[in-house]
C-alpha cells in the first residue's frame, strides 16, 4: 500500500509545483471545502473532509478496492467513479485533490481497458463543460453527509470533527456518481472524439498544403496555424513581421486560403 500512497503523493507534488506554502502529503488536520465569514474568518464548509487520523486507513481502501475491481473486472466506469468520487469526499491532501481526482477518472479508465493504449481519452473536457451537474452530483452526498457530521471552528480558520465520521466516506451510494461519469463518456464518444479525429485530418492536410507552398518544421507549421487561428483565418500584422516575416504575399495568402479550406465549416 505504501508504494501506491508514495504514487499519490507524487502525482500531488507534480501538480502543486511549487510546495512552498502547501503541506504535502496526507493532511494531519482537518480539512473542508468552502469559504470563510468575512467578518468573524469562521469556516462556512460546503464539504467537511475525512478526519486526519482516518486517512491511512481510508486510502488505502481506496487503492485496495481499485486493485480488486480492475482485477475482478468490475464495470470500469463505475469503478472509476467510485473511486474517484471517493477520493475526493475524503479529500486526503491539504491541495490537489480534485485534479487528482481527474487524474484517477482517466488512470482507472485506462487501466481497465477501456480506451486503446496510447488513445487519450478526454473525458475531463466533457465533464468541465458539464460543472453545474457536476456540482450537483459532488453536493448530492456532501450536502446531507453535513448534518451528520459534529465539528467546531478551530483558532486558525480550519474545522476539528468531533465524532467518528470515517464510515461515512467507506460506504456512500455512487449511484448518481457513475451516472454523470457515464453522460460524461457518452459525451466523449459520440462529441469529444469525432471532434478530435476531424481536427487531425485538417491538420494534417494543413501540414501537407502548407509544405506544398514553402518547406518549415512541423513546430512551425503549428505556430503558423495557432496564429491563425488567433486572426480567424487571417496573419496578424505582427505574426507576417516577426514570426513570418520569409513569407511572401503570395505565400501568405495562400496559406490562409489553405487554412479557410482545412479547418473553416
Known sequence: ???KLAELERLQHLVIGDARFVRLGLRSEGGFVGTHDRRTREPVPEHVSARAQDLPDLVAGIIDYAERAIEGGVDAVTAAAVIAFGFVYVHPFVDGNGRLHRWLIHHLLAAAGYNPPGLVFPVSAAILRRLDGYRRVLESYSAPLRSFVDWRATENGNVEVLNDTADYYRYFDATP????????VAQTVE?????????????????????????????QVELLRGFLQQGGGRLSKRARDQEFAALTDAEAERVEALYARCFEP
Do not use: C, I, N, W
Not at 456518481?177 to 460524461?184: G, I, N, Q, R, V
Not at 471532434?195 to 509544405?211: I, P, S, T, Y
Open 177 to 184: 456518481h457513475a451516472e454523470f461519469l457515464y453522460e460524461s
Open 191 to 219: 462529441h469529444d472524439l469525432p471532434d478530435e479525429v476531424r481536427f487531425l485530418e485538417a491538420f494534417d492536410r494543413f501540414v501537407a498544403g502548407v509544405k506544398e507552398v514553402v518547406e518549415m518544421p512541423d513546430r
Open 1 to 3: 500500500m505504501r508504494s
